[in-house]
């Protein structure tokens, strides 16, 4: 049973551009959770998700920032206009029924 | 949610046992207590979770008094490999409703 898959595991991306995120879920998990770590900081949550559905989006940024969990195929977390302040590590992490979560491997993306 | 409070980091020479304990004095009555391990350029990794009492894996050993307004992750014999950050992490899994939240956690750092 494969881990949480992350890709791209480094993103470069200018100030403006869009960020694309991606995350494949360990198989039978249907939990999905997105993260955000600056160095040297703490794992802040941002969304949480089930299939089709936003369940807790209370750490995410109002704008620029969306979700999604489709009924096929990887979470993506999409950034839009990317601001250097969004240069971080991003962690995807998925979940049965049960409070364990497993991380994938991160994302980090820096703005330039 | 509850918030909670660790040490930021402790020193510990290998082979001696090492205890972080954690204060969340707002716990739940049907919140769980859950540490998680992360070494750098990494994702968290799940260590152990208990609600009450002691828990033991093949890992640490998780220690909660009857209150349940701290607890004690207890790592035996440690090794340079266990230089990490160490994060306490308290939440319930209500309605599906799962976001925890990583405070800064406790840089354990294994001196030879």
């Known amino acids: 049973n494969a881990g949480v898959m992350q890709n791209p595991r480094h993103l470069v991306r200018r100030r403006g551009q869009e960020a694309r995120l991606r995350c494949s879920p360990m198989?039978?998990?249907?939990?999905v959770y997105w993260y955000r770590q600056l160095p040297e900081e703490g794992l802040k949550f941002m969304v949480y998700?089930?299939?089709?559905?936003?369940?807790?989006e209370s750490g995410m940024p109002k704008e620029r920032f969306s979700a999604e969990f489709p009924k096929e195929g990887p979470s993506i977390l999409r950034i839009q206009q990317v601001v250097r302040g969004d240069s971080a590590a991003y962690f995807c992490?998925?979940?049965?029924?049960?409070?364990?979560?497993?991380f994938g491997p991160g994302t980090r993306l820096t703005v330039l | 949610l509850a918030k909670t409070t660790q040490p930021i980091s402790m020193d510990s020479y290998e082979g001696q046992e090492v205890n972080i304990t954690c204060s969340h004095n707002?716990?739940?009555?049907?919140?769980?207590i859950t540490w998680y391990q992360q070494f750098p350029s990494q994702g968290p990794r799940f260590i152990i979770q208990?609600?009450?009492t002691k828990v033991t894996n093949e890992v640490a050993s998780l220690f909660i008094p009857a209150d349940r307004k701290s607890s004690t992750l207890s790592l035996p014999r440690v090794s340079l490999s266990d230089t990490a950050v160490y994060y306490c992490?308290?939440?319930?899994?209500?309605?599906?409703?799962?976001?925890?939240?990583f405070g800064t956690g406790t840089r354990l750092t294994v001196i030879p």
């Open positions: 208990g609600y009450k």
């Open positions: 198989k039978g998990h249907s939990h």
């Open positions: 992490a998925s979940s049965p029924l049960v409070l364990e979560q497993f």
């Open positions: 998700l089930q299939k089709e559905n936003i369940i807790d």
């Open positions: 707002n716990i739940a009555t049907n919140d769980y």
């Open positions: 992490l308290v939440g319930g899994d209500q309605t599906g409703a799962n976001n925890l939240f």
